[in-house]
């Protein structure tokens, strides 16, 4: 999938930035990195890592190494990673489409789970024991240990289940942020979606029912339908249709028992974004987030009323880029985090289907993300 934002390739950079993406190497235990860093120069100790040395094919292009530890300065801490997953922005940083690229080689995967092995003399917010999870995209958590910066980091509680804790940091807080920050939705309210089998869209389905928000979830179609359809209905889905059906007139029968959607959540594109808009209600809002067709999002003619006479909004979000504009306070991530926390405790948000596939595994766990119709987020077990 290719974003519409500006590509920033992270080369050059030798100030560790908190909370930026330049943290990719420099903060992650990669610091100076270059490809002697990758060489067993001068570290303590060796770390597996699943490492890139050029954009392409993931199958191809990634392979386990091992790589030395540097030593764990005054602010930084040692971590044991605990579970990572494969989202499809580490497919598309590593097939080098992605918004941001790392200075190469780099160290695959933007989000995952680690626990605090060893703290430096000056940190203060976290101690051994502790789990935590990046801050940013970029640290690379496909590797058994690290060294990242007490900075890049945030800790999250350790009384949630591992996948779930795993899986909060992207795709939850994109369906929290997307639910609350562009309309105003209250209990009986509906948002439309479509790729609603998507780690996102499992969350937005959870986290909807928890508010009290309808959900009209659109999936592709496929022979297992309504097993998938059952199973997006049990965590809370009020309706689940395939794309096709978003073209007949049966749509007409749904709004009788449902009010139309305020809030339309695009994560595939193309023809499929097209008809989320033409079912906006007066006012509502479409907001882009994925584009897994990577098909163009089009206003055509036919929507071009909605424009007019609905007046309906076209918007897009990247967590990326919420979390670096709350970079410099604290507060709103971690607000969301024990948000997202408390629902996780209740029973009300559980971790999307995953598929834990031990790090030797890791050929197999890619070509997996990469296929269509899996319905399975794939989770490196360390
Ligand atoms: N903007 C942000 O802040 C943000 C944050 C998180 C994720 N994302 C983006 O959101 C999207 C979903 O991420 P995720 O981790 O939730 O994904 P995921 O769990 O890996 O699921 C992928 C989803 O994409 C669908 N899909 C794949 N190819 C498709 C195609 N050609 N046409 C229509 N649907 C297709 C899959 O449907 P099938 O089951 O039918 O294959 C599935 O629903 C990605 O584009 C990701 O980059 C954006």
């Known amino acids: 999938m290719r974003l519409p934002f500006h590509t920033v390739r992270l080369t050059g950079q030798t100030v560790c930035r908190r909370s930026s993406a330049v943290a990719l190497l420099r903060c992650s235990g990669q610091r100076d990195a ?33 790589i030395d530890l540097p030593p764990v300065g005054a602010k930084a801490i040692q971590v044991k990673m605990l579970a990572t ?23 695959g995967g933007n989000e995952g789970l680690a626990q605090v092995i060893e703290v430096g003399s000056h940190v203060k917010s976290l101690k051994p024991g502790d789990w935590i999870i990046p801050k940013d995209a970029g640290l690379g958590m496909w590797r058994t240990e690290a060294v990242f910066a007490e900075d890049d980091v945030i800790s ?8 779930s804790a795993a899986t909060i940091g992207v795709n939850p807080c994109t369906a929290f942020r997307m ?3 562009f309309e105003s939705l209250k209990p009986g309210d509906s948002v439309i979606q479509n790729a609603a089998n998507s780690g996102v869209g499992q969350a937005v389905i959870q ?6 928000i309808n959900t009209i979830n659109v999936i592709r179609d496929r022979p297992d339908f309504k097993q998938l359809s059952d199973r997006l ?10 794309e096709e059906e978003l073209r007949r007139p049966e749509m007409k029968e749904m709004f009788k028992t449902c009010a139309k959607p305020k809030l339309a959540l695009n994560g595939v594109g193309g023809k499929s974004a097209t008809e989320l808009l033409r079912h906006l209600q007066f006012g509502g809002t479409l907001v882009t987030y994925g584009g897994m067709s990577k098909q163009p999002v089009t206003v055509p003619v036919v929507t071009t009323s909605a424009l007019i006479f ?8 990247w967590v990326t880029q919420w979390k670096r504009i709350h970079s410099h306070d604290e507060m709103p991530f971690r607000a969301m985090l024990d948000e997202l926390c408390s629902l996780i405790r209740q029973g009300k948000l559980t971790a999307p289907a995953c598929t834990e596939v031990g790090l030797q595994e890791y050929h197999k766990a890619l070509d997996a993300a990469m296929q269509p119709f899996i319905s399975s987020k794939q989770v490196l077990i360390m």
């Open 34 to 66: 270059n490809v002697s860093h990758f060489s067993h120069s001068v570290g303590r100790c060796a770390s597996q890592a699943l490492i890139y040395r050029s954009h392409g094919d993931p199958c191809r292009v990634v392979q386990l190494e091992n």
């Open 85 to 107: 997953p494969i989202n499809p922005s580490d497919i598309n940083m590593i097939q080098g489409t992605y918004a941001i690229l790392p200075e190469l080689p780099a160290v």
């Open 156 to 163: 999250l509680p350790n009384d949630i289940p591992l996948l």
């Open 179 to 181: 639910l609350s920050d």
């Open 207 to 212: 986290i909807a029912a928890a508010r009290g």
């Open 233 to 242: 209905k049990a965590i809370g889905a009020s309706f689940v249709i395939r």
């Open 310 to 317: 609905k007046d309906v909004k076209v918007k897009g979000f």
